[in-house]
């Protein structure tokens, strides 16, 4: 009689644990988790770092850690002169005007609103093909920015925001400048033909933005010998740079290839909801009805105009 027992093969027992398609879900949640939870721990890092100074020294020490990380796998380079146009275009309009402005108005917005209004970059992607590319918009798309600027018309109104306050209606307005800068480097980003590798060309960009935050921090906020650094403030320095910025870079570069542009953008709409939801926990910000129809508005048009896209 045969043995019905059977030992597993040496193949079996050396398969993988998780499918790659698994792994890269995990990676690209772990990322939307990290980029979300940012927003709280930059919120907490103003109140002992300036906002420009802050980010120049996000970028800094991000910059370095992705420098090492490149060179040790051998392919740390000078970008090619084709490839100069991006690193110049995310160096400057991403990470330094997107993130500079960002900065200077969670000095006086709320977390939960200025994470929503800085991820609106969906929507202006649609204003700024039309006015840069004179791309018209689809019906689709259409409806999506309607529903979208809906939403961030009811958030930035004075039935949400107190535009008596000092700087609040500025901040409103450096965030949705912010997520204008980052659709146009979007729309770049698409009709790049690329030379080297996101993650090459990364480390450059970083510098690329560092060196000017810091002279423009410098001049405006003064040399950062005021700035103390405590245990618990390095802890928040290292979150925001080395690890929310560019360990979720290389996350976004390794894995965000192996998905469609489109289930890349679903996966990026859990950024501000992990934000906003961080906020609430962590530092005690209040949603209103007024906030939570703006939030559901913006989300839905966000989501439509991703997927208006993905049909164009």
Request: charged share 10%; proline share 7%.
């Amino acid at each position: 009689m045969s043995d019905t027992h059977h030992t597993p093969s040496l193949a079996s027992a050396r398969a993988p644990l998780l499918d790659q398609r698994t792994k890269t879900v995990l990676w690209l949640l772990a990322m939307v988790m990290l980029w979300g939870l940012s927003w709280p721990a930059t919120q907490v890092a103003l109140l002992s770092v300036p906002p420009v100074w802050l980010a120049a020294l996000r970028f800094g020490s991000a910059g370095i850690c992705l420098f090492i990380f490149v060179a040790l796998r051998g392919e740390l380079r000078l970008p090619p002169k084709a490839d100069w146009p991006i690193v110049i275009s995310i160096g400057f309009l991403q990470m330094m005007a997107f993130t500079g402005m960002g900065m200077i108005a969670m000095t006086t917005t709320e977390t939960s609103h200025s994470v929503l209004l800085a991820y609106t970059t969906p929507l202006w992607s649609v204003v700024m093909a039309f006015l840069l590319f004179r791309q018209a918009p689809t019906h689709a798309q259409f409806g999506a920015l309607a529903v979208g600027l809906v939403g961030v018309g009811l958030i930035v109104s004075p039935l949400e925001m107190d535009w008596s306050q000092p700087g609040v209606l500025r901040g409103a307005l450096l965030l949705i400048g912010g997520a204008v800068s980052w659709s146009v480097v979007i729309l770049h980003v698409r009709r790049h033909r690329w030379q080297s590798s996101p993650l090459q060309l990364a480390p450059w960009q970083m510098l690329l933005a560092t060196v000017p935050l810091a002279s423009i921090a410098f001049l405006t906020e003064g040399a950062p010998v005021g700035i103390n650094f405590t245990p618990e403030l390095i802890q928040l320095l290292v979150f925001i740079g080395p690890i929310a910025t560019s360990a979720c870079f290389v996350i976004s570069a390794e894995q965000g290839r192996r998905i469609t542009p489109f289930a890349m953008a679903n996966f990026t709409l859990g950024v501000p909801l992990v934000g906003i939801t961080a906020s609430v926990i962590l530092l005690g910000n209040q949603l209103s009805p007024v906030f939570l129809t703006g939030l559901a508005l913006v989300t839905l048009g966000m989501g439509l105009a991703a997927r208006a896209a993905r049909g164009r």
